[in-house]
């Protein structure tokens, strides 16, 4: 298995940076769409487990609108093969707010989807 092929890299790195625009923006269209259709998709947030999509779509539909905005600090994109990859950052909320995220991401036939995403915060 080949890691890290920089096109796929290349690849990965615009779904993450499509995704992290999104998730400032509330563009809870494009977040919706860049999480894999799936039951078995899952997202662990900071207060929240949420198992398959649809309760993922939930959450973004309901989900607060203010204070998304953040600085993104350490990123490893990591792609193991040309159809899966992982994605792991630190953030800094406007707030002051300090936390770290992972995604798994997977190349479908519709393009990257997070399959699976973890959310948390860390003590200041």
Request: hydrophobic share 35%; glycine share 6%.
């Amino acid at each position: 298995m080949e890691i890290n092929l920089p096109e796929v890299v290349e690849e990965v790195n615009a779904a993450f940076e499509r995704y992290e625009l999104a998730l400032v923006n509330n563009d809870v269209d494009t977040l919706n769409q860049l999480f894999w259709h799936h039951p078995t998709t899952t997202r662990y947030g900071a207060t929240e487990n949420l198992y398959g999509y649809e309760a993922i779509a939930q959450f973004r539909a309901a989900r607060a609108t203010q204070g998304l905005k953040r600085k993104l600090t350490h990123t490893v994109i990591t792609t193991y093969g040309r159809d899966f990859a992982s994605a792991n950052t630190e953030f800094e909320k406007t707030s002051g707010q300090r936390g770290r995220q992972s995604q798994t991401w997977m190349r479908s036939i519709g393009g990257w989807r997070v399959v699976s995403a973890h959310v948390s915060f860390l003590s200041n």
